[in-house]
């Protein structure tokens, strides 16, 4: 939901804020500032030349160059390839990023977010990079600057570690490299134009060091237009109709393909979360495969229960939270998925972003939204809550 950027910066935002505790008798209500926020999907602003630095040559030469090109938003040939279709129109959507920790701390203040998750900007498009050892290379520098720049500066900012499903074994050697960071506490599987999708046997390697290292992996997805994903999108011909099913088209097909080539069986203390694709796809994946065991059981004998036994184990963050015009069907479809393995998240400081409050308002009980705002991201991640100041009375 957007709130619009100039409204964030005045501090002027409509309704909400203040919810009844539905358990007290006394008339209190409870503040968004009452509770611990944790934005399990927050994006730093990764350009090429920001981690040329942190590259690898020869890739630093490719990465340099490309500094000294007229910038695009979320579009650098060869980096964050993205194929613009669509007409152009003055005005419109802001295009938003945030280039330094310092920045981001403040942006995050002004929306009541305690803690973020860094996730990048461009390189939600890496994975169609062809080359794979450029993009390992580009990963590395990542990581490293990541680390140095972000993680290292701002106590209340983590970051999920890029592994470039090109090359499984350096992504896991990546993964074992800085995952006892403190800092690092999720690893970022890029799933826009992924191919081939995430239940596939090579990125074994990944799945194993994540859960070695106790970190939960994190898909997340963005638009494109490319050969096979998600599925037949290159035949809308606006983004309006594109940006409406992709990220969704491209969380079914990959909860898809890990379920039914066994991921969770393999790796039964791995953790797995989806990310940016709302949640109300999320029963209907579970209710469809489960009707397909029934019938198709044999076909996955590694299977020891129903598929959404599976999927009741994962995590899924709320962003870009579905807006129905009751917003009490929105609260049974998390009732469906599981109150304990919602997180909320922002997708700050994208011009789509969700305040915490779009969340935080809906029709639940409060013990469920202190869970959604930041309790269960606290407990996935490994974070300790922040303390909140004590509340004085007028």
Not at 161 to 179: H, M, T
Not at 225 to 238: A, I, L, S, W
Request: hydrophobic share 40%; net charge negative; proline share 10%.
């Amino acid at each position: 939901m957007n709130f619009g950027c100039a409204s964030i910066a005045e501090g002027n935002f409509d309704g909400g804020g203040n919810v009844p505790d539905a358990a007290s008798t006394s008339g209190t209500k409870t503040e968004l500032s009452d509770i611990v926020v944790v934005d399990a999907d927050i994006h730093a602003n990764d350009p090429p030349g920001a981690l040329a630095p942190y590259c690898d040559m020869p890739w630093r030469r490719s990465l340099e160059l490309q500094a000294t090109l007229p910038s695009r938003y979320l579009s650098y040939p060869g980096y964050s390839p993205s194929l613009g279709l669509d007409a152009p129109f003055p005005g419109g959507q802001p295009t938003r990023t945030t280039p330094t920790a310092a920045k981001m701390r403040e942006e995050l203040n002004a929306i009541s977010v305690d803690i973020g998750i860094l996730f990048p900007d461009h390189l939600l498009l890496m994975a169609q990079l062809p080359n794979a050892d450029y993009a390992a290379a580009v990963a590395r520098a990542y990581n490293r600057w990541l680390l140095d720049k972000w993680l290292s500066v701002e106590p209340t900012l983590y970051g999920a570690l890029v592994a470039a499903p090109q090359d499984p074994a350096d992504a896991a050697r990546e993964i074992e490299q800085y995952g006892r960071d403190p800092k690092v506490v999720a690893v970022y599987l890029p799933t826009s134009a992924v191919y081939p999708l995430w239940g596939h046997r090579k990125y074994d390697p990944i799945y194993a060091a994540a859960e070695a290292a106790g970190l939960p992996v994190m898909l997340h997805s963005v638009s494109a237009v490319f050969p096979v994903f998600p599925f037949n999108v290159e035949q809308f011909d606006t983004m309006f109709a594109r940006h409406t099913i992709s990220h969704t088209f491209a969380m079914m097909a990959n909860l898809i393909s890990i379920v039914t080539t066994g991921v969770p069986v393999r790796f039964p203390k791995l953790r797995i979360c989806f990310t940016e694709a709302g949640i109300s796809w999320v029963p209907f994946i579970m209710w469809r495969l489960d009707k397909e065991y029934n019938e198709s059981r044999r076909e996955v004998p590694f299977l020891e229960d129903r598929p959404s036994t599976y999927i009741k184990q994962m995590y899924f963050s709320t962003q870009p939270i579905e807006e129905p015009e009751n917003p009490r069907h929105l609260a049974a479809t998390i009732d469906v998925v599981g109150d304990d393995h919602i997180l909320f998240a922002s997708d700050w400081p994208h011009h789509d972003f969700d305040h915490p409050r779009h969340v935080f308002d809906l029709p639940l009980p409060l013990e469920t939204r202190r869970r959604i705002m930041g309790e269960n991201a606290l407990h996935l991640f490994g974070i300790q809550a922040p303390a909140k100041p004590p509340k004085t009375s007028a």
